[in-house]
């Protein structure tokens, strides 16, 4: 009797401490913890990489680049591109606004490094003397600015002005000044929202 008892303790014993199935799921829990936490880092890793060296979204907000930008404009802002060439002119781009924390401008290049620019009281835009030929202002210029005398930009310079040209703080005003290269955070590149206008946006 004692030793038939001591040999099914024994057995059972052998069971409990080696049953393949709860090994077996131990094992797979811990696979499918170790991959999802994996997964979720290269997903926080991709989100970080995306959003401070390749895009950010930006909501546009007022009617300073109206009709190309309206209020509540959704973009995408393309933040790559200017490490591999420079701006161009009349490229839309985005910039901190100096004087105003977490403040940003989206406005039009309209003078490029080196040259002079200079807006009359007729609204006609001077490149180094020369009337720049361009139909992206809303409206005629009414007020130039400090434009009125000839800007002369450094070799990291540009002159940027809103679209709607009679209701934009741009290059014309002291506030804003002429924007340095490495202010630039890049170029507006795709409208998301609204839904209706989804799209890459034309620059030239």
């Known amino acids: 009797m004692s030793g038939n008892r001591t040999e099914n303790q024994v ?34 890793i991709a989100t970080y990489l995306i959003i401070y060296y390749v895009g950010q979204r930006t909501e546009v907000e007022g ?15 393309d933040k790559i591109s200017y490490r591999f060439h420079d701006p161009e002119r009349f490229d839309i781009i985005v910039f901190p606004f100096q004087y105003e924390q977490d403040t940003y401008y989206i406005k039009r290049i309209i003078g490029m490094p080196g040259e002079s620019v200079r807006i009359d009281w007729d609204g006609n835009i001077y490149i ?16 130039p600015g400090r434009a009125e005398k000839e800007i002369v930009l450094g070799e990291d310079e540009y002159f940027v002005l809103g679209d709607n040209r009679n209701n934009s703080t741009d290059g014309r005003a002291e506030a804003v000044g002429n924007i340095h290269r490495d202010d630039i955070i890049g170029r507006a590149w795709v409208r998301i929202y609204p839904f209706g206008k989804f799209g890459k946006l034309q620059h030239q």
């Open 11 to 44: 057995n059972r014993g052998k069971t409990g401490n080696n049953d393949p199935k709860k090994g077996e799921t131990g094992k797979n829990v811990m696979k499918e913890i170790l991959s999802t936490s994996i997964y979720l880092l290269i997903v926080l």
């Open 63 to 77: 009617s300073s680049m109206e009709p190309t930008l309206e209020d509540g404009d959704n973009l995408i802002v």
């Open 128 to 143: 180094d003397g020369e009337v720049l030929e361009e139909g992206y202002g809303r409206e005629v210029i009414l007020d």
